[in-house]
C-alpha cells in the first residue's frame, strides 16, 4: 500500500551506516580550525544529514507494484529500457544501480503507479519525456546469511 513519503527516507542499511559514519565524522571536525566557508559546508550537510537520518525506513516495500521509494523499477523511459531504485540519491555511494529520487521530476511523474501505467514528466531542458512502466519490485535488502558449523559426530 502506497503510504505518504513526504517525511519518510528509504535507505538500505549500509547506506544508514554510511551516512551515520558520515555524520559522526563531521561532528567530530566541528570545532577544529576550518576556513569559514568549509564550517557553513559541514554545518549545511550536518543538518542535511540529520534530516535524512531521523526520517529512515529500512523495511522493503510491499511486492504489490505500486511505485513507492524502495521499489526497483523497470520502465521504457523515451522509448530506451532502463532498470532503476527508486529512493533517495543517498542510498549508494558506489551501488551498481541507478537511484532516482521520488521528489525528482521522473520519481514525482511515476510514484503511485504500476506496470502497464504510462507518463510523462518535463525534463530540466523543457523536453516531454514519456515512460511506460514495465515492473516495480521490491529491493532485496541483504539478509546475512546465518554462518553453518558442520562438526563431526562423537566417536
Same mark, same amino acid.
Given at each position: 500500500?502506497?503510504?505518504? #513519503? $513526504?517525511?519518510? *527516507?528509504w @535507505? #538500505?542499511?549500509?547506506?544508514?551506516? /554510511?551516512?551515520?559514519?558520515? =555524520?559522526?565524522?563531521?561532528m567530530? $571536525? !566541528?570545532? %577544529?580550525?576550518?576556513?569559514?566557508?568549509?564550517?557553513?559546508?559541514?554545518?549545511? /550537510?550536518? !543538518?542535511? @544529514?540529520?534530516?535524512? =537520518? &531521523?526520517?529512515?525506513?529500512?523495511?522493503?516495500?510491499?511486492?504489490?507494484?505500486?511505485?513507492?521509494?524502495?521499489?526497483?523499477?523497470?520502465?521504457?523511459?523515451d522509448?530506451l529500457?532502463? *532498470?532503476f @531504485?527508486?529512493?533517495? /540519491?543517498?542510498?549508494?555511494?558506489?551501488?551498481?544501480?541507478?537511484?532516482? %529520487?521520488?521528489?525528482?521530476?521522473?520519481?514525482?511523474?511515476? @510514484?503511485? =503507479?504500476?506496470?502497464?501505467?504510462?507518463a510523462?514528466?518535463?525534463?530540466? %531542458?523543457?523536453?516531454?519525456? %514519456? +515512460?511506460?512502466?514495465?515492473?516495480? &519490485?521490491?529491493?532485496?535488502?541483504?539478509v546475512? #546469511?546465518?554462518?553453518? +558449523?558442520? *562438526? &563431526?559426530? /562423537? *566417536?
Amino acid at each position: 500500500m502506497l503510504q505518504s #513519503t $513526504a517525511a519518510v *527516507t528509504w @535507505l #538500505t542499511p549500509e547506506a544508514h551506516a /554510511r551516512l551515520h559514519a558520515e =555524520l559522526n565524522g563531521l561532528m567530530e $571536525a !566541528r570545532g %577544529s580550525q576550518q576556513e569559514p566557508s568549509d564550517q557553513v559546508a559541514g554545518e549545511a /550537510r550536518i !543538518r542535511q @544529514l540529520m534530516g535524512v =537520518l &531521523k526520517s529512515v525506513r529500512f523495511h522493503s516495500p510491499e511486492d504489490d507494484g505500486i511505485i513507492e521509494p524502495g521499489m526497483v523499477i523497470e520502465a521504457c523511459i523515451d522509448s530506451l529500457p532502463e *532498470t532503476f @531504485l527508486m529512493g533517495s /540519491r543517498e542510498i549508494f555511494g558506489d551501488g551498481d544501480i541507478q537511484v532516482f %529520487s521520488e521528489h525528482s521530476p521522473l520519481g514525482l511523474a511515476i @510514484l503511485g =503507479l504500476k506496470p502497464g501505467d504510462l507518463a510523462s514528466y518535463v525534463a530540466p %531542458s523543457g523536453r516531454i519525456i %514519456s +515512460v511506460s512502466i514495465i515492473s516495480a &519490485k521490491p529491493y532485496n535488502l541483504p539478509v546475512p #546469511t546465518p554462518e553453518v +558449523v558442520i *562438526t &563431526k559426530p /562423537r *566417536t
